[in-house]
């Protein structure tokens, strides 16, 4: 059965084609429909007057009339559709008015005729469409349909194919969901039937990747079932290229032999103060990297006191990496060398390449990789820190605190601030590698190597694009159980959606994809840069919660108030305090405190206090996290809170207790030492701001949900 229907659709496409068509009309999208089982209303095609009079009597109840035209995309636009027609006289009429419609709207256009369609019930109108996403590609979108799609954006996006659950998922997905499960009294719709619209689109573009839009709008959804209006079908112009698409096993060796190397070569090592050559050495030499370090120059006998190399294929022994650090118009003959010795691995710092318009250069050397199988990290990077190893091959700043954390950015800039912002805040990384024009190496190869680093506990990537958005969401899914991943994508614009044929391609803008994409992977979007930062910072301080019920203990009620907006703000519950728990709070807290949650210890409290809410709040097992709100009073000094607080979160996590614990302390500047001191405590606290403790732990909780270590939605 499955074989018959592909037989059939192929011949209708490649009729198609060979008309050198790209949209196909509406009896042909009803060809597919029928085929893949997408649920279309009966119509017919009808060329002439009297056929359209003998279409709507056989259906013997008002038509819906269109345009049929292969050079007519936009039927309503053109005047070419008339909803609710009844009896041979307006049958007559709307047939003559629909083609002399779109002889005016194109007065070139081929006009086959007009469908006469059944007129589907009321019911509430929604979109299922696929569209080809040039990072991710073949995506299906479902959201609110009919004339307001473009206007209301109510859409979600997901990968293609999907199966029945994933395709059911996506109604939970829009802002709307809830009219889908019937408002004022009305039914709910079919979500089973609204589902297999969806999942059968996916299954037809993921047969057929020359389609590169459907559009299934709008889809008259009711209790009964769902029925698509319209289907609107469109080919791709030209086949993409394939990318090249190495193993988990080969990225994981030649990754290894990057971030972990013996031996490491600098082509264009200088002993000139100034040069870039100079100080990658430097930074080699001076950060105690203790493998070897061998420098290649021409000119060269000894570069800071280490025997210098004419050609990087007079080096003795193995090298892992290969720096280059000459001007781009000498990096494919160095190259070369490089693929003859057998190095893996190539760091590219030198720009002029793709980012300066010189294409055929940056398409030059990949081709030269390529075909010795060497892998290519930029070229215009700072380069890359393995503090781990002692590595700091980058001709920038050193830094050796060792931690965590492992950073990536496909800008020099921002790798420069995330350097800054790990100095001040004493953040301990794994690495920090820059990536710049993406030649080759790009984010699903350091993913996929961080993920199964164990000294990498999370990972924060700065990102401008992705080449190969499915390979990420590969190493992302096969990362995310193990260790968070945060991503902040730069470019929020829908460029991308201008020249969409279709409604679904029009809401399928760059960052709208990525957004549902990236979030269906588990990877932790963040807003901004010092947010991807602050998440990469925090992120492994906290333990991860095993439940929903989140409680904050405060000593400032209006600190209290936005404390409570940030948790919802950040997709949180703050949790229903049962009698007995309240009761046991109002033991602590005076008269005019107030228990519920959140708590209100009220701001004139002592050390006692604090102490005693906060081991009531670790002490039960119903209380996943705490969400603490520090008031600075010289009855209770900062220092005195941040000692205090860190002491009992160490008691309970030696005893096997691990609660996420976030604070926002209130006061003079000695706050800011108390947060440093609670953050390098195991707790994760801020400054003068409520938002950020609870962003960061709403972070953490999309990533436990995501790695299935709490419940909720993800």
Known sequence: MAEDRTVKV??????????????????????????????????????????????????????????????????????????????????????????????????????????????????????????????????????????????????????????????????????????????????????????????????????????????????????????????????AEGTPKERRRYSREEILTSMRRLMQPRSVAVIGASNEAGKIGNSVMRNLVDGGFAGEIHPVNPKADDILGRKAYKSVTDVPGEVDVAVFAIPARFVASALEEVGRKRIPNAVLIPSGFAETGEHELQAEIVAIAERHGVRLLGPNIYGYYSTWQDLCATFCTPYDVKGGVALTSQSGGIGMAILGFARTTKTGVSAIVGLGNKSDLDEDDLLTWFGEDPHTECIAMHLEDLKDGRAFVEAARATVPKKPVVVLKAGRTAAGAKAAGSHTGALAGDDAVYDDILRQAGVIRAPGLNDMLEYARALPVLPAPRGDNVVIITGAGGSGVLLSDAVTDNGLSLMEIPPDLDAAFREFIPPFGAAGNPVDITGGEPPSTYEATIRLGLEDPRIHALVLGYWHTIVTPPMVFAELTARVVAEFRERGVSKPVVASLAGDVEVEEACQYLFEHGVVAYPYTTERPVAVLGAKYRWARAAGLTGGAS
């Open 10 to 235: 192929r011949a209708l496409l490649d009729a198609v084609r060979a008309e050198r068509r790209s949209a196909l009309t509406a009896p042909e999208g009803k060809v597919i429909a029928d085929a893949y089982g997408i649920a279309v209303p009966g119509e017919e095609l009808a060329r002439d007057v009297d056929e359209a009079v003998a279409a709507a009597a056989r259906f013997g109840g008002p038509v819906v009339m269109k345009i049929v035209s292969p050079d007519i995309l936009h039927k309503t636009d053109a005047g070419g559709v008339v909803v609710g027609v009844e009896g041979a006289a307006d049958v007559r009429a709307a047939f003559c008015r629909i083609v002399e419609n779109a002889r005016a709207y194109d007065a070139g256009a081929r006009i086959e005729g007009v469908q006469v369609q059944e007129l589907l019930p009321r019911g509430q109108e929604v979109i299922v469409g696929a569209v080809t996403d040039p990072t991710f590609g073949k995506v299906v979108a479902f959201g609110l349909g009919g004339v307001l799609v473009e206007v209301l954006k109510d859409v979600t996006f997901r990968l293609a194919p999907v199966d029945g659950d994933e395709a059911l998922s996506m109604l939970e997905s829009i802002r709307s969901a809830e009219i889908l499960t019937g408002v004022r009294g009305r039914e709910g719709v079919d979500r089973w039937a609204v589902a297999e619209q969806i999942r059968r689109v996916s299954e037809l573009v993921t047969d057929f990747p020359e389609i590169a839009e459907v559009d299934l709008n709008p889809v008259i959804a009711t209790p009964e079932g769902a029925v698509a209006a319209d289907i609107r079908v469109i080919l």
